[in-house]
């Protein structure tokens, strides 16, 4: 059985930066589609960055190049970067992987 397991998140103001990891603890780490999901209170969860096995990178269109999603093959984590963070980013962020497998969460909050 796959585990996720998220570290990371935490408290900032507007415009400050956060990463997030997500280890799995599975040695076949690459061969699934990764990535994380975001949910606020009252949302729906939305994608905030999958990366697929050839190591392409979808973004969900609120990102707007704020974000940076990039892998450890090693040490099996997925990281998540997190710059210019705005009140609108406070979620809690959730690791995913294909086809359905979710860490915890971790979660993110955002000041104005």
């Known amino acids: 059985q796959v585990h996720l397991v998220e570290s990371g998140g935490g408290s900032v103001q507007a415009g400050g930066s956060l990463r997030l990891s997500c280890r799995a603890s599975?040695?076949?780490?690459?061969?699934?589609?990764m990535g994380w999901y975001r949910q606020a209170p009252g949302k729906q969860r939305e994608m905030v960055a999958t990366?697929?096995?050839?190591?392409?990178?979808e973004y969900g269109e609120f990102v707007k190049g704020r974000f940076g999603l990039s892998r450890d093959n090693a040490k099996k984590t997925l990281y998540l970067q997190l710059n210019s963070l705005e009140p609108e980013d406070t979620a809690s962020y959730f690791c995913?992987?294909?086809?359905?497998?979710w860490g915890q969460g971790t979660q993110v909050t955002v000041s104005a």
């Open positions: 599975v040695s076949w780490f690459t061969l699934q589609s």
């Open positions: 990366m697929y096995p050839s190591g392409t990178v």
């Open positions: 995913w992987r294909y086809p359905d497998v």
